[in-house]
């Protein structure tokens, strides 16, 4: 079965501290490894892929396949950043696989001044 | 390009009742998936929808239902309404290809009394 799991509900950092988010999974084969972010009253939105391999809105993630891990990070924290933050997989990019998103529990980044 | 829109927004139900919700994904995405997000849950995926038939089904008793329509528009039921089915439902579109970028609708929020 597939799996997400985000251990911090809550992250709460200084304006500038670093942040990091944690993001384990378990899935037999290659999934696809997505963050989606959540911005009070907005929409559901994506972040980043891991696909992509680029930096949005200065955060960044790597895949570890070895410790099927895939925490976002980024060096500075900004008050906008806090938001509500989704670690998702998907099965691989092929037709058959469809687009059925499985979500971790999520975890709350607040940023203070 | 216009978003993905979902009515009602809101709907108040009983007991016992039915309801179906409706989701107009963004034009020329033919894959629809729904959600549902509670607090104790979280986010869980119900089912996705590509040229009209069934293509995933997430781990919902038979009382959820939904389909698709050639238009790509896609609605989904809940019959025999439960006090634990008060959520917000998320329907979400994408491009038919596995593991694609999936876009959100800003929910329904049903609340069972």
């Known amino acids: 079965a597939q799996r997400v799991t985000q251990p911090e509900k809550l992250l709460s950092v200084f304006k500038g501290a670093p942040v990091e988010l944690k993001c384990n999974y378990s899935?037999?084969?290659?999934?696809?490894l997505f963050w989606y972010v959540q911005y009070s009253r907005q929409r559901l939105q994506l972040l980043l892929r891991h696909i992509s391999r680029e930096s949005i809105k200065g955060f960044t993630a790597d895949l570890n396949k070895g410790e099927t891990s895939f925490h976002l990070k980024k060096p500075f924290a900004q008050e906008e950043d806090s938001a509500m933050y989704y670690c998702a997989l998907s099965g691989p990019m092929i037709k058959a696989a469809g687009n059925k998103l499985t979500f971790g529990g999520g975890t709350r980044v607040l940023v203070k001044p | 390009k216009a978003g993905v829109t979902q009515t009602p927004r809101y709907l108040i139900k009983t007991r016992g009742q039915q309801v179906t919700l409706s989701c107009s994904p963004i034009?020329?995405?033919?894959?629809v998936s729904w959600y549902q997000q509670t607090p104790g849950q979280g986010l869980q995926f119900l089912f996705e929808y590509f040229s009209e038939t069934q293509r995933n089904k997430g781990n919902f008793p038979g009382r959820f239902s939904g389909r698709q329509f050639s238009n790509s528009r896609s609605e989904m039921n809940v019959s025999t309404l439960e006090l634990g089915d008060s959520a917000l439902y998320l329907c979400a579109s994408s491009r038919p290809t596995g593991g694609s970028e999936q876009f959100f609708g800003p929910g329904t929020r049903l609340t069972v009394l």
């Open positions: 034009s020329g995405h033919r894959s």
């Open positions: 899935y037999s084969g290659s999934p696809e």
